[in-house]
């Protein structure tokens, strides 16, 4: 069964290691940009109802209610299986999130990524520990008991004892779901790229060593999985039946129809891709034009094995892939990268840290020649 992503790319402020298309923006544009959100999912032929909704950012958790009940109005199959909707914590508000419900809304991500103030500061947060912990208060209160909590590992300034203290409010919390995301350097950042440019500003010279970050990854690890919360995919732990039903058609290549700046599509083998920038979206908008920019032919085995790794279930290898991979896979596993039980074809735990060197085995490989 499908799903749907709804892109809401507006922010209050524009974290230091975001590489999202996402920012601030004038309030002209947003109202600009929601007629558009509206007119693309209204036009939208739908030759299924999807079981899933999930609205990503940007944060909106920010939107009007009003907007929220107009965007999913447009969107068919409620009440859906899921309809999961990102949060920044720290501001929620009772109205708010009686709204969500109204809506269809029964999971809540919180982009947490720290509970400690000084790591939060220097990445531009805004929320206290204090204040995380009253926001899922009140979501369970107002019936939403679907909670996923966001840490970062490698953010300026973290220390193995801080890291610790996010664990602890985890551990108090205890949400159903938890995402442990290591941190990303590219130049898509502002913290990114001034790392690789070798600069200091954003804390830049605080970040902690590439081995401590997995250190850190590895202690939430033990420290989750003692709280019952499995680890089904590299970032994400949930206890059993959490699991995000969306996210997971990403990762076994189920349909999905993306709506908004820079989301993306699968349908059947074609990937389809929206305008990258709320601008550029609502230019094409006015334009009379798709939001679509690009589209491409997904690659079914290479698809596989490069997103379906990344689920800890791994994957069942045809015959024909196989015969396409047999010695990337021999060779990964003699690496100790990979567990081949002659069915499936998973991760082992030290391939986890490297996953995506393991992933590059397969991207491009040619068939062999009879």
Known sequence: MAGVYISWPFCAQ?????????????QELEAEYLEALCA???????????ETVYLGGGTPGSMQPQDLKRVLAAVPGKPWLEATLEAAPGALKRADVEGWRECGIGRVSLGVQSFVEGELRKTGRRHTAGGVAQDVALLRECGIDEINIDLIAGLPGQTAESWGESLVWIERLAPPHVSIYMLEIDEDSRLGHELLAGGSRYGARLVPHEDDVVTLYEEALERLEAMGLRRYE??????????????????RLEPYLGFGA?????????RGQNAETAAEYVARWKRGESAR??????IAHEERFFVGLRLMEGIEPTAEERGRYGQEIARQVEAGLLEDTGDRVRLTRRGVLVSNEVFQEFVGTACPTS
Do not use: M
Not at 40 to 50: C, F, Q
């Open 293 to 298: 920019i690009a589209e491409t032919t997904a």
């Open 262 to 270: 820079d989301a993306h599509s699968l349908t059947g083998t074609v």
């Open 40 to 50: 693309e999912i209204g036009a939208t032929e739908w030759p299924w109802k999807p």
């Open 234 to 251: 590299i970032s994400n732990f949930a206890l059993p039946g959490h699991e995000s039903r969306h996210n997971l058609k990403y990762w």
């Open 14 to 26: 524009k974290c230091t290691y975001c590489n999202f298309a996402s920012g601030v923006f004038p």
